[in-house]
Each structure stands twice: as C-alpha cells, then as structure tokens.
C-alpha cells in the first residue's frame, strides 16, 4: 500500500510539468496607472449598506474620464470592519491597485479604543462620497414628543432609557455618548449587530429610543417619531422638519455622521494619489452615480482630499477627548 | 387576487428566460459546497444593476429559491451540506445514497421542497398583512429562548450517543465565542491573528462535513472505492416517489409549519427550521431509531422546512425591512437599489413589481422542482465517481468556497484545522452536526442575552425580564417540552435494550 | 486504559482547559457565556466518564483507528496546500493539490497511467472552477508569483 502510493508520488512530478508550461503562459506587464482592475475593499457584509453605496459610487470607474479601468468590490467583513482594515493597512500593495472605503467615525474610534493595525497616520483618504447622519428615533406610541422630554426623564431616571445602535463605537453610539455628555444625562446603549435590530427594537417597543441612519429612518417614518437630527444643519431633502439638537438646545454636532469614502494605504506614490484623488470626486458626481444613491435613499456628500483630511483630523482630536473616560475603563 | 392580475408579467418570455437561468444557475450554485444561499445572492446583486427592477429581482428571488433547494444535493450525494439549512438532510439523505438509493432521495427533497416552498409563499401572498407586526414582538429576549430551543435539539442530532451529541454541541457554542463580541466589545480567546474575525460559520460547516469526508474517501480510495457500489440497480420513476412522498403526510406537515413559523422570526433563519423539524418528526415517529441510517422521512421534514421558510421570511421583509432570515437580510439590499423601499405602501405604491416578485418566487418553486428531479436521475454520475477524483475536487472546493465567502484566508486555515480535528473527533464517536449547530446558535444565544441583560438591568431586573411574557413563557415550555421528551424518549430505549438482553 | 475512556479523560481535560482560558482574563461579564459553557461540557465530560467506566458498557461505539499509514500523504498535501496557496497563487496551488491527491489515491496500477487520467480531469474541474468563481461570480482569489 505505502510503496504504491510512493510510486505515485514521482507521477506527479510529471504532471507538474506538464501543468507548469501552462500556468506560466500569463505573463505581468507594466504600463501607465491604471492598466488593470482596481480593488476596493469593503470591510462589511455584501448587501449592507456601506457594500451597496460602495458598489453604485464605482460603476462608473472604467470611463476614461474617470479611471478607465474598473473597480472591483472586495467584502473582507468581521469584528465591525475591523477584520478588513487590518488586512489593509498591514497587507495590502501601496501600488494604487487595493483601495479601501472608509466608514467615518468606526475607523478612528476603533484605532483609539482597540489593539488594530491601522490608524489615521497610516491611511490616505482620498474622497468622500456619502455622508448618513444619526437621528434619535422613538416609537410612534413613545410618551417622549421631543428631544426635551427624553432628556427631563433621563434626568428624573438616570440609566433607565434605553437606547439601541448599530455596535460598539459607531456614529450611534458616539451620538448617544454625545448626548448624555450635552444634556448631563446618563442612558443605557444597546449595541446590536447592525442598524436592522436596533430599528426593529425601537419599532417593537422594545427599547425607548434609538440613534439609527437617517436613510433607514426616513425609510419608517410611519412608524416612529423622529427627534431630532446629529448633524449641523437640517436635513432639507428627506426631513426637512426635524430640528438638530443643536436647535434643541443641546450641543450635538457632526462627529457621529457616518461618513463614507475611498482611502488608499499609506506608501501609495504621489503621483498616483493625486491622480486618484482628482479623478474620484469627479467619478462621484457622475448623474448616474446620483440618480441611483437617490433611488436607494442614501444621501450623497462628496468632499475632495484637502476637506476629508480636514475631517479626519479634526475627528481623531475630538474622539480621543469622547472615548478617554471609556479607555480608562478598560 | 392581485397575485393573479401581475402573473402574466412573471410569465413574459425574457422574465421566463431569467427565471430559468436563476433556477438552474441556483441549484448549481447551491449544489456547491461553500456557495450559500446568503452568498449566491449578494453575489448576484450587482449583476441586477443594469436590468430593470422587475427582472432583476426575478432573478434574485429564483436563486433565493433554487439555492435553498441545490444545498441538498451535495448534502445527500457527498454527505457536505450546500448551506447551514442542508445540515438536517445529511443526516438521513447521504445513508439513503450510500444504500443506492440516492435518486430517490432527491426526489423526496424535491417533491418536499415544492410543497414546503409553495406552502411557504402562500403565507405570503394571503396573511401578510396579517402576519407583518409578528416579527416585532421578537425582542432579546425572545430570541435568546428560541436558541435554547434550538440548543435542546442538539442531543438527537444523529450522535451515537446522547452525552458524546451534547458535549458536541457545547464545544461548538464555545467555539463561536471566539473572537469580537459585539456587545461588550472585546476580543475573546484570540490565541492567533487567524481567529481576529471569529469563526465563520460557512468556514465551520465546510470544514466540519467536507475535510472528514475526504479524508474518509482517501481511506478507500487506492483500492478503487465510491460513495455507492450500488448505482446501477438504481431505477425510480418520479411518479413512485411522488406518491409516497405526499402519503408522509406528518412529516410534511411538522417540516412545513415549522418552516413557516421559523421563516417569520427575524434573525432566526432557516438555518435552524430543518434541524428543528426533523428532532419534531423523530420525537413523533413511532420508531426513532429508524432515523439517521436512512429514513425517508427525515429527509422529507428537512426539505420541506427549510424551503417552506423561503416565503415567510419576506413577509417581515416587505413590510417593514425586517430580514426573516440572513439572505433575506441581503435580499434588501437588492430591494433599495431598484428603489423599492419595504413598508406597508410596497404593495400599493409598487404594486407591479413587488407582486411580479412574489409570482415569480411562486414559479421559482416550481421550475426548481422541475429542474430538481430532472437532474436527480444523473445523481448515479457523481456517486459513480472514483473516490480519489471525488476527494481532491471536494478539497479545492471547500478551499474555494470557504475563501469566497470574506475573501479572508484565515477563514481557509480555520475551516482546515476544524476539519481534521472532526475527523479525529468522529473517529472518537462524535458527530458534526451538533458542532455546527453550536457554532450557529452561540451569537443568538449569547448576544441577546447581553443585550437582554442591559435592557433588564435599567428596568425591572433580569430574571423577570427574561420569564415573563406570553412568547417567553411558550417558548420556554415548549424548551422543557423538548428536553423532557429526550429523556423520555431516552429512558424508554434503555429500558428496551435491557429487556432485549435479558 | 480502554480507548472509550481515554476519550472521556480528554474530554474533561479539554473542558477544564476551556474553563481556565474563561477564567483567566478575570472579566466576568464578557466571560460569563464560555464559563458557563465551560462547565456544562465539564459535567457532560464526567457524566461520559461515568458511564464508560465499565469496559462493558462501552461495547460497540469503540473508537475506530486512524490508518495513518494511508492517510499521511494527504495530510502532507494539505499543509502544503495552505502554506503556499497565498504566495502561488489559488489556481496554480489547487491544479497541483488536485492532480497530487487524485494522483496519489488513484486506483490505478502505476503512477503514470495514474497521472493520464488525472490531468485530463483536473484541468476540465479548475476550467470549470475558474468559469464560476471568476467570471461568474467574479471573486478575487489571491494571485500568486504565477496565476
């Protein structure tokens, strides 16, 4: 038995050569940037929401106005992005050909509280696309009619609110950690997998309010009441009647709007960074690209490179003052 | 009758001809181990982008469907289930192909999943409006009891014994603590880079049913072994096997109401309404014992269930974008990007292409059938096939599949090492499926349980909060219902044997 | 030392290992899950201990052996497999682990009519795998140095 299956082994020696001859055919060529596929990598789940806008933002891409090759979606999901990020930021090729998207504020609130591999010194943004603000949501049947009578309960009954999120260090759950610092008040977060549970426990009553996208609380109006808007202005296009909470009286700003863009890994040439970050924005104002992100509900916010590195700057500062009490405790 | 009026949209030769595509393509697909209903799907999307919504969604809803059905190919003709909902056709599905009798055992699973299925998307059609407030009274709480529930199926799951099943299923529901949690936000028994995501549970089912499998081919192989050295006497028409199938009229019936009342949960899924169905089945048989060594019926409950899920998982879906199961969770996905927006003015506002997608899924069921049983008669083809071809092309695809479904390769290097440990683990008597079943219902359990815990502990305390409420106090019933039973069950056989020897 | 009850021993052991990775972190909320089913698994295993102690009791669900004198060629091929499946490439390194293991495991007398009949069918299965998971579905499997 041993030597037959010995005398086999030198039968794959030839098949080894036969195979090699074969598989060696297809050579690698270099030629001007870019002359193959791009791959963007999402770190979420296909069908979610940041996979879906990633995957209408990047049809246009092999016009050769925009990039002239294609772009193809990656999903490398697990641990809330983290999984994808990691992989990114230590193993992906700075050559312009591996591309992430970014989801704002996850990625630097979890480069502050975790162990990760990746943090705003070793990612370059290159564009933005989107932008889904946190909105404070109640049940239609919820005794709460404002912002104020949640926040005069909470005072009266202090951890007795329940408030539902997306996860840990997400916009909703920096929003929440917003509003109980501005208010004075202390909440109960309910981290769940995703933005689906959290609205159905609002919904359900099973939960007393809930921070959630602004799309996906347009999409239920019906069923809740919507508080107010963590943005700094009004939401004209889909709420037009909901207040910020800065109208509120409460000092709630964008930290906790869910910015969503392109960035590639640190090492990727200049040369090839400028010529994605002047091509990208143009990509994501194509009216086809519009046209779409509107049918699907997902408001559209396109910044350049200079505004998003802005940002991003400006949000790790705030964050590690946000997320310091919460360090601590660990 | 709106579902009639919208029919000849269904029916329309270009719609007709996706339809077909999606159906075969779907089998196929599913057929492959690795290729999950969930992935074939999100797969898909971007494919609907240039088509119209009706015809994209046609095509969405007709894999949906033939995937959920494909998965059970693999799983009777290569003991590998295509998807988590197959695990339960494993178990009596493979010992029927292993007696020659693989052709018929699909057409069972054919037969049983049109009427599961047609079932299924009847619930849909007629009791939405109905139904659609169901998914909302699932809190944590509910959730957290339906996974106990589907913890006490665990002991019958086709272990040779009891306590080797249970102590199985706990080693699986530790293993799916591995990783991010994420309620309490910590990383968990990472003792590697490789276990950062956890342990997927795509990884998990190849790696637990296909690497033992190989392994167990390549024992026989070099003296020329297949899966059946019985293929060629078989000859079945469809006609015999369509009769006996529906004269089982329990098992379809526990497989169909099970599966439509599982479909209706959010995020309990059909993942876990084959498994419950066939424990129903055997727990009512006359003789359990029969079950797991090739049992009919157990792959009709299976079947049934796990497509009868198919329809009701839309209904929270539709109505208020509430997944039932995970590939309806994907399925939204593909909704919103043709600007269909679930809600109660779907039906109305969207009339059109909301009922074109119901006929279709209601066709898709059939044509799945049709396709199903016209390709059972070829299932001789694959058992025929030598051991040693048959273990190398199940390897790269376990290899393939399991990359394919994160693109992460730590996912590969998971599903190789479970793999080989199982098959040591079998050799000592343990079994797959109740790891698995572990694996899948760990986060359920212990993730509604944290949250649970948050929502008692700023109200009226954990212990009332998880015992009080009509849904709880069912569900926990039924809980001690089914351990009860186990151990009556168990108890009685025992009493049996001695009598037998003495 | 009967085999049943060597598995039972292992067993305990492996719940109580598990027990201690719970444990030691000394975060009890996050750990209370895995401790709780740490020692479900304990019990369990004492209970099968309990049982197994008579050899008698044991009878016909022995352990089966492993035939490693078969099976070591496999186990070869699939550590090779994953270790050069990241820097190959995914085709090549699976067109060489197919023809390897149905090689390897062929029926057939000698090696090369062995070989004859493997090519032919590993390149019919990696055309049709590439076809599905490529154009198809259009995943990205990792490229190596060759393909």
């Known amino acids: 038995m041993n030597k037959a299956i010995l005398r086999r082994l030198q039968g794959i020696g030839i098949a080894l050569l036969a195979g090699l001859t074969f598989f060696a055919s297809s050579g690698v060529r270099a030629a001007d940037y870019p002359d193959r596929p791009i791959s963007l990598i999402v770190a979420y789940s296909p069908g979610g929401a940041t996979d879906f806008q990633a995957r209408i933002v990047s049809m246009m891409a092999a016009k050769p106005d925009y990039l002239g090759q294609p772009m193809v979606i990656i999903n490398k999901p697990g641990a809330?992005?983290?999984v994808g990020w990691n992989w990114f930021a230590s193993e992906a090729k700075p050559n312009g050909y591996e591309?992430?998207?970014?989801?704002?504020?996850?990625?630097?609130?979890?480069?502050?509280?975790?162990?990760?591999?990746?943090n705003i010194h070793n990612l370059i943004p290159i564009a933005n696309w989107g932008a889904d603000p946190a909105v404070l949501i109640v049940a239609k049947d919820s005794p709460f009619n404002s912002v104020k009578d949640l926040v005069a309960y909470a005072k009266k009954h202090p951890g007795k609110i329940t408030v539902s999120g997306a996860g840990l260090y997400v916009g909703h759950h920096i929003?929440?950690?917003?509003?109980?610092?501005a208010a004075g008040i202390k909440l109960t977060y309910i981290p769940t997998k995703g933005g689906v549970p959290a609205m159905q426990y609002v919904i359900g009553g099973k939960v007393m309010a809930g921070f959630n996208n602004l799309s996906d609380a347009y999409r239920n109006r019906e069923r809740?009441?919507?508080?107010?808007?963590?943005?700094l202005q009004r939401n004209k296009e889909f709420l037009p009647d909901v207040p910020t909470f800065k109208e509120e009286g409460i000092n709630v700003d964008d930290s906790s709007v869910n910015f969503r863009g392109i960035m590639a890994p640190k090492g990727t040439p200049k040369a090839v960074v400028d010529f994605l970050a002047q091509r990208i924005p143009k990509m994501f104002h194509d009216k086809k690209v519009a046209a779409k992100m509107k049918a699907g509900g997902s408001p559209l916010r396109i910044m350049d490179q200079a505004q998003v590195e802005k940002m991003w700057q400006r949000r790790q500062v705030y964050l590690t003052e946000l997320l310091s009490k919460l360090r601590k405790k660990k | 009758m709106d579902f009639i009026r919208y029919l000849p949209d269904a029916l329309s030769a270009w719609n007709l001809l996706i339809?077909?595509?999606?159906?075969?393509?779907?089998?196929?697909?599913g057929a492959t181990p690795g290729l999950s209903p969930t992935m074939a799907v999100a797969l898909l999307i971007p494919f609907t982008f240039q088509m119209p919504a009706d015809s994209g969604l046609i095509l969405l809803g007709s894999v949906y469907t033939a995937t959920v059905a494909g998965g059970a190919v693999s799983a009777i003709l290569v003991n590998i289930p295509g998807a988590p909902a197959n695990i339960a056709t494993v178990l009596d599905g493979h010992p029927l192909a292993q007696q020659g009798r693989a052709t018929e055992a699909l057409h069972y699973c054919f037969i049983s999943s049109l009427i599961g299925g047609v079932l299924g998307v009847l619930v849909l059609i007629f009791f939405t409006p109905i139904l659609a407030n169901f998914a909302l009274k699932f809190g944590p709480s509910e959730l957290f009891w339906i996974a106990i529930l589907g913890v006490t199926v665990i002991g019958s799951l086709g272990s040779k014994s009891v306590l080797k099943g249970l102590f199985a299923g706990a080693f699986g529901l530790w293993l799916s603590t591995i990783g991010y949690d994420p309620v309490m936000g910590v990383e968990r028994f990472v003792f590697s880079s490789y276990l950062t995501g956890g342990i997927n549970i795509i990884a998990a089912l190849i790696g637990l049913f296909a690497i033992p499998q190989v392994l167990g081919m390549l024992e026989s192989a070099a003296s020329g072994g297949r899966i059946s050295e019985m293929y060629d006497?078989?000859?079945?028409?469809?006609?015999?096997?369509?009769r006996y199938n529906i004269s089982r009229v329990r098992a379809l019936t526990i497989g169909s109401i099970t599966g439509i009342i599982v479909g209706l949960i959010p995020g309990a899924g059909g993942q876990i309404a084959g498994l419950v169905s066939y424990d129903q089945t055997r727990k009512m048989s006359r003789d359990p014992s029969r079950f797991g060594k090739g049992e009919p019926d157990g792959v009709i409950a299976a079947e049934s269930a796990n497509n009868a899920m198919v329809g009701p998982s839309l209904v929270p879906l539709l109505t208020l974008s509430v997944p039932g199961s995970p590939t309806a969770a994907v399925l939204l996905g593909g909704l919103l990007i043709h600007g269909l927006f679930p809600g109660p003015n779907l039906f109305t506002t969207h009339a059109k292409v909301t009922w074109t997608f119901i006929d279709a899924l209601l066709l898709g069921q059939v044509l799945m059938a049709v396709f199903g049983l016209m390709i059972s008669r070829y299932s001789r083809f694959v058992t025929r096939v030598s051991n040693n071809f048959m273990a190398a092309a199940v390897t790269v695809l376990a290899v393939f599949g399991t990359y394919s479904v994160q693109n992460n390769f730590s996912d590969v290097m998971v599903m190789m090492t479970l793999g080989t440990a199982m098959y040591f683990g079998i050799k000592l008597g343990f079994s797959p499926a109740p790891v698995v079943l572990g694996i899948i219902l760990g986060p359920i359990a212990e993730t509604n349980f944290a949250q649970g815990r948050l929502i008692a502990e700023s109200s009226q305390g954990v212990l009332p909060y998880f015992f009080t409420g009509t849904i709880n106090l069912v569900l926990i019933a039924l809980c001690v219902g089914s351990i009860?039973?186990?151990?009556?069950?168990?108890?009685?056989?025992?009493?049996r044997r001695k009598g037998a020897s003495q | 030392m009967n085999a049943t009850r060597l598995t039972s021993i292992g067993a305990l052991v492996l719940s109580l290992l598990l027990y201690w990775a719970a444990v030691a972190p000394g975060d009890p909320r996050s750990y209370l899950f895995p401790e709780v089913i740490a020692i479900a698994m304990a019990i369990l295993a004492a209970a099968m201990l309990v049982r197994n102690w008579k050899p008698s009791a044991a009878k016909g669900n022995a352990p089966s052996s492993v035939p490693w004198s078969r099976l070591w060629p496999a186990f070869v091929i699939f550590v090779a497999y994953l270790l050069l499946a990241q820097p190959l490439g995914f085709y090549l390194t699976s067109w060489l682990a197919f023809v390897a293991i149905s090689t390897v495991y062929s029926p057939a007398e000698s090696s090369i009519i062995g070989a004859k009949r493997c090519l032919p069918a590993s390149f019919v299965f990696l055309g049709i795998l590439y076809l599905v998971f490529v154009l198809l579905l259009q995943v990205q499997t990792p490229r190596g140095v060759l393909f």
């Open chain 1, 224 to 231: 809740l009441k919507i508080l107010a808007i963590a943005d």
């Open chain 1, 80 to 82: 809330g992005g983290q």
């Open chain 2, 233 to 242: 006497l078989e000859k079945r028409s469809v006609w015999t096997s369509f």
């Open chain 1, 175 to 181: 929003a929440t950690l917003q509003l109980e610092k």
């Open chain 1, 99 to 118: 591309l992430a998207a970014y989801n704002l504020p996850h990625v630097i609130a979890q480069s502050i509280m975790f162990d990760t591999k990746y």
């Open chain 2, 19 to 29: 339809l077909c595509i999606g159906t075969i393509g779907g089998l196929v697909l």
């Open chain 2, 484 to 495: 009860g039973y186990s151990i009556f069950t168990e108890v009685r056989a025992a009493r």
